[in-house]
């Protein structure tokens, strides 16, 4: 089966294939690799390959009224979105913006509040407690936990059920004592939420949010 793919050759030992929400393949291997190794890896990943697309086409479908923005989530309910308004405001059945750039501090100003009290309450239990806490808007990511154990979220957070932003909190708390991903992280993050491989996988479905807005 043939694929429309990108390659990226570099100086590397291994060969990785990702697949965006958008359904563009990207193939990162070593400068040697020839296109017909890449064809046959290819082939032989269509199984996992035609299981992403399928779901990724789902989603987007799903979600095309969000990405076309004319609706918005708010804590995992999808409402209706009004841009270029003369307010700024959320309501239970929409979310009304001046501009886009209105949608972070609306969300703080609503929102803010109670997520540090969440955040706090977990970093006591675990006695894991960050040197600051600031929000942002990234472009990539849900959160972040530097060097200096301070944590910081993208704002977007507030979009995603209350589930998932217990996952996304759990995850970088667990970050001020293991700054990695290792098995003692995931046990440590397993210890507070036993069912976070089902809540980590169910955020990937929203990870397209963070590049909207």
Excluded at 36 to 51: H, M, Q, V
Excluded at 55 to 76: C, P, W
Excluded at 105 to 112: A, I, P, Q, S, V
Aim: hydrophobic share 35%.
């Amino acid at each position: 089966m043939k694929y429309d793919y990108e390659i990226i050759r570099k100086k590397r030992t291994g060969i990785s294939i990702s697949i965006s929400e958008q359904n563009k393949i990207t193939v990162k291997c070593p400068l040697y690799v020839s296109d017909k190794k890449i064809d046959e890896l290819l082939d032989e990943k269509s199984a996992w390959i035609e299981k992403v697309i399928h779901e990724n086409s789902i989603s987007l479908k799903m979600n095309e009224d969000v990405i076309n923005y004319s609706k918005i989530y708010v804590n995992g309910t999808k409402i209706q979105f009004f841009n270029c308004s003369d307010r700024n405001i959320i309501t239970d059945y929409a979310v009304h913006v001046k501009s886009r750039r209105s949608l972070k501090n609306l969300f703080c100003d609503m929102f803010l509040e109670d997520f540090y009290v969440k955040i706090q309450a977990i970093s006591n239990y675990l006695t894991l407690i960050p040197q600051s806490v600031s929000i942002k808007n990234y472009a990539s990511r849900w959160g972040c936990c530097d060097g200096a154990n301070n944590l910081i979220f993208n704002y977007k957070v507030f979009m995603l059920p209350a589930n998932l932003q217990e996952y996304v909190i759990v995850h970088e708390i667990c970050h001020i004592k293991y700054h990695n991903h290792s098995m003692d992280f995931w046990c440590l993050v397993g210890s507070i939420l036993p069912d976070y491989k089902k809540r980590k996988k169910k955020l990937k479905e929203f990870d397209f949010i963070t590049r909207l807005y």
